[in-house]
Structure formats: C-alpha cells, structure tokens
C-alpha cells in the first residue's frame, strides 16, 4: 500500500487516520473502560465521558477482540459505518441542515484517512496478538 507516497494530501490524511487510530481504536469494543477512553475523559472531561456513551451500543453488541472490531480492514469498516450511523443521526436530530459540498481534494484527504485508520488498526490488531495467544493457552 503506497499511503500517499505520490500525493500530498492523501497523505496528509493517512497521518490523520493514524492518529485518529488512537481514538477511535478497535478496543472501543470493551464494555470496561479502556486506555484510549480514559485518556478522552482526563483531556476532554465531560465530552470524553459523552465519547464513552456513544460507543456504549457498539461495546455491548461486538465482542472484545473479536474479528467484527479488531480484524484489519473489517473492523475499520465496521467502526466507520457506525461513525456514519451516529453521524446520520445526530444530523437528523439537528434537524438535516444542508451539508457543505466537498472539495475535489477532500475525497484524497478523505481516501487517505481511511487508509491510515486501516494502518492504525493493523498495528493494533498485531499488537494484540501476544495477548491472544496467551489467553488461548491456559
Ligand atoms: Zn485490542
């Protein structure tokens, strides 16, 4: 995968999906708190905690570690189309305002964002390899 190698902007957005990698982590599927959430609540406060009640659904219905939130690829895929769906559903609640038409480079941006959230989550999912091997051993 060359994460833009060849365009500027595609790359500036796979730093941004890296380091949104950190936030919206496949371990958003704990019903405990996790690493990232505490992290949210001790920078952010009360929006950190209103971060944890947003996944909340996404926590009680996915098992941790399971292939729907930590494979590669499918987990960010997962995570993405419920980031849409709370998306969508705050814009209804907002009563559907008019959405700004994006920019020819916004799709690169965006192109390259998902690219670097895939690669966070690829480093994750590797990361927790150890863990996995060492709870199936018992
Ligand atoms: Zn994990």
Redesign the pocket.
């Known amino acids: 995968m060359l994460v833009g190698l060849l365009d500027p902007v595609e790359g500036v957005g796979a730093f941004l999906g890296c380091l949104l990698g950190i936030v919206l982590t496949?371990?958003l599927d704990m019903i405990a708190i996790s690493l990232a959430e505490w992290g949210m609540v001790k920078k952010l406060g009360p929006l950190g905690f209103f971060w944890m009640g947003l996944w909340y659904f996404y926590a009680r219905v996915i098992p941790h570690?399971s292939p729907w939130s930590?494979w590669p690829v499918l987990g960010t895929a997962i995570r993405l189309a419920y980031c849409t769906a709370l998306l969508v559903i705050i814009w209804v609640i907002l009563g559907r305002p008019a959405l700004p038409i994006m920019p020819v480079w916004g799709l690169a941006l965006l192109h390259g964002w998902v690219k670097g959230l895939v690669v966070s989550d690829a480093a994750?999912f590797i990361l927790?390899l150890p863990l996995k091997r060492k709870k199936g051993k018992k």
Do not use: L, M, S
């Open positions: 496949p371990d570690r930590h994750h927790d």
